[in-house]
Nanobody, 123 residues
Framework: QVQLVESGGGLVQAGGSLRLSCAAS????????MGWFRQAPGKEREFVAA????????YYADSVKGRFTISRDNAKNTVYLQMNSLKPEDTAVYSC????????????????WGKGTLVTVSS
């Protein structure tokens, strides 16, 4: 089992940047593929990005490709989401999640979830 805690959310103007972090507990972090998902008000949770166990493979939703970068540091048990060129439509609660398979694009396929961090992008 792994526990996940996100941080780094906040209010940013359109065009700005934020870096989200997700710290994981336990000694088996490198056994999990990780993903970032987001849920905007009134909408379903959607896939944002995924990263493989060692970090050598990544996958992005079309809506964030070229603007967001997912990375991980297994020595620090942490996964990151660098978000650049933010748009108002990126406003959402961002959550990290863990699973054993890669890539998993459906929220239902993830095993463990953090509580999320709110990102608000003003126009």
């Amino acid at each position: 089992q792994v526990q996940l805690v996100e941080s780094g959310g906040g209010l940013v103007q359109a065009g700005g940047s934020l870096r989200l972090s997700c710290a994981a507990s336990g000694r088996t972090f490198s056994s999990y593929a990780m993903g970032w998902f987001r849920q905007a008000p009134g909408k379903e949770r959607e896939f944002v990005a995924a990263i493989s166990w060692s970090g050598d493979m990544t996958y992005y939703a079309d809506s964030v490709k070229g603007r967001f970068t997912i990375s991980r540091d297994n020595a620090k048990n942490t996964v990151y989401l660098q978000m650049n060129s933010l748009k108002p439509e990126d406003t959402a609660v961002y959550s990290c999640a863990a699973t054993f398979r890669y890539p998993v694009l459906s929220p239902g396929g993830m095993l463990y979830w953090g509580k999320g961090t709110l990102v608000t992008v003003s126009s």
